[in-house]
Each structure stands twice: as C-alpha cells, then as structure tokens.
C-alpha cells in the first residue's frame, strides 16, 4: 500500500474580478478554491496518490460544501479541524499572479490563523501518515500558527515522518514583528526536503547570493548548488534541496529547476511557456512533482522533469489546482 501524505495549511477562497471592472456589472466573478497546501493535495490525489488535507474552518454549510467537494475529488477531509468564524479570502485580478503587487488577502482571523498551540491533538492527526507537508505561508499569518507549525513538525519528527516545506515568499503576510530568516530555520530544521528558489532561501533561511551574482543560466545553477550546501550543511535533516527558476519574458517565460542530493546537482530540461492561461499554483504543481517522484521512487532525474513538466502544465490549467493527470504531464516533457 502506497504512503499517505498529510498536507496542512489555510484554506482559501480565491476572487477572481476581471481587470476592468466588468464584474460589477455582471453581478458575477470566478471563485476557486485555493491555498498553496491544498494545491499540492488536489494535484496528488489527481495522480492517485493517497493523501489528506488538514485546515481549519468553522462549522457552517460553506464549509460543508467545499468539504464535499475535495472529498469528491480523492482528498481525506477527516483530518479537518471546526474551528473559528471564517475561510480566508484573496483577490486576484485575472490574468496576474501572486507575485502581482495587486494581490489583496483578506485572511486576517481565519480559522486557520487563530489556531492555538495545544489545541491540536497532532498524534492523532498523523496517524496512518508517512509524509507530511506544510509551505512557509502558514508561519508568515500569525505568530500562533507559526508555533503550531512547530508543534505539528516536532510531533512529525518524533514519529519518523518525512517532512517537506516549500518556501513561499509572501511579503504582504509576514506583518507580526518578525522577519522569515528570524522564523523559519527554527522550523525548517525538522524538514527533509527544501523547496523553493535561491532568492527565498536568501530571504527565509540567511544563505544569501554570491555578491556577483547575474540572473544568467549558468550562474543561477551554480547559485543553485552553492545555495543547496549551505542548506544542508545548516540544516542537516535536509537531503533534498529543489530551486526553481522562472524568467518572465514579456509574453512567455522560461522555466527551470534543480534538485540537489547527496548524488550532486540534478538540472532539468529547460520550458519556453507561451500563451499562459494561468501562473497561481505553479510552484504548488512542481512541490507536488516531487512528492510524486519521491513516492512512486523514481530517478532523481525523472523526479526533477516530471515536477517542472506539472508545473508548466499547471500554467495552462485555469484555477488554482491542477486538472491534469500523470499521462498528460508526461507528454509535456517529451514535447
């Protein structure tokens, strides 16, 4: 029987107006369910990996239909905490993505980010788990989730579950007095495996760029691999370290990745992404990827083209998570 992954992290809500303000007149706009932890369970479950999904959410009958619909979609739910008043929400205009400074999050007292130390029963939570996930936003909400974080790691640890972070960077959520390279080692020292890009390592993690540094392929891999030691040399439970890159480039992009192990620096084919249906979720896809490749024990290279393979699908796929099966992924890397 394969493994079970437990992701955890906020539940969202994502608005989506169009840019020119037609939606006011339309009375209408898209909603997709979102959070960059539930779009690694929503793409593992497509792929048929058994996973389940931990959040909080009070008890009312928004809840219970979002609920309904990640069960029908492969996702345990069982692991869900009633808790609070409130689902977190963000606002994105179309056509944008996270890093767009016209992001605006309404998330402030979710039920997630009012989550306390001591009120999670995490030996429970993690029973029947062999990986468990969770993303640096979760401890950018709040100082109280930043702790529970911790919790749920040191309860993670203690049962030898393997523990994966992804490293993202969200400037506008890190607003309680703390910066991320004075929080995230401390959690970061339970994981074993690191993703995320050389910039966020830089600005989470303290390990920061060559002075010479240019965005130039070359150099960004040898960043790549300089950053990757250091990770492990500092946190030495860490035995993968994965970097992506992504290069806009007026109307397309070019995307890449690393992965560094003890076997050295594994890099990938290298995707020229044009006519982008959507970007949020990229990054959520290639975690994903990895997660699928360590599971289904694949080659540290196929591991590493499969994940950047699902995360230049994603861009194609409109929504926040992927609809895409394994098959089509593939495709994509032969193409």
Same mark, same amino acid.
Request: with cysteine; proline share 0%; charged share 35%.
């Given at each position: 029987m394969m493994k079970k992954v437990l992701s955890f992290g906020d539940i969202l809500l994502r608005l989506s107006p169009d840019a020119n303000g037609e939606w006011i007149d339309k009375n209408a706009m898209p909603v997709y369910l979102g959070g960059a932890e539930l779009n690694v369970a929503h793409a593992l479950a497509r792929w048929n990996i058994p996973v389940a999904y931990c959040s909080a959410a009070p008890s009312n009958y928004l809840s219970g239909a979002i609920l309904e619909k990640l069960q029908s979609h492969g996702i345990d739910t069982s692991r869900m905490i009633t808790s609070g008043d409130r689902i977190g929400i963000y606002y994105l205009a179309q056509g944008t993505d996270l890093k767009n400074a016209g992001v605006i999050y309404d998330r402030a007292n979710s039920s997630t980010a009012l989550l306390q130390r001591?009120? $999670?029963?995490?030996?429970?939570?993690?029973? &029947? +788990?062999?990986w468990f996930h969770f993303s640096a936003i979760s401890p950018a909400i709040s100082e109280n989730l930043a702790a529970v974080c911790e919790e749920a790691l040191?309860?993670?640890?203690?049962?030898n579950i393997f523990i994966s972070v992804d490293l993202n960077y969200r400037a506008k959520l890190w607003k309680w007095n703390k910066e991320p390279h004075e929080v995230m080692p401390a959690l970061v020292k339970y994981c074993d495996l690191v993703m995320g890009n050389i910039w966020a390592i830089e600005k989470m993690l303290g390990i920061?760029?060559?002075?010479?540094?240019?965005?130039?392929?070359?150099?960004?891999?040898?960043q790549s691999q300089k950053s990757s030691e250091e990770v492990m040399k500092k946190f030495p439970q860490c035995k993968q370290v994965a970097n992506?890159?992504?290069f806009d480039e007026g109307s397309k992009l070019r995307y890449y990745?690393?992965?560094?192990?003890?076997?050295?620096?594994? $890099?990938?084919?290298?995707?020229?992404?044009? &006519? +982008?249906?959507d970007k949020v979720g990229s990054g959520d896809c290639f975690m994903g990827g990895l997660i699928y490749g360590n599971l289904n024990s694949l080659s540290e290279k196929d591991m590493l083209e499969f994940a950047t393979a699902a995360a230049v699908d994603k861009m194609y796929v409109m929504g926040d998570a992927t609809t895409s099966t394994p098959k089509q992924i593939k495709a994509r890397i032969k193409n």
């Open positions: 001591g009120q $999670v029963d995490w030996d429970d939570i993690l029973k &029947d +788990i062999s040191q309860a993670a640890r203690k049962k920061k760029l060559d002075s010479d540094f240019k965005a130039e392929k070359d150099i960004c891999i040898r992506t890159f992504r990745s690393t992965l560094f192990t003890k076997n050295g620096l594994t $890099v990938s084919g290298e995707h020229d992404v044009a &006519d +982008i249906v």
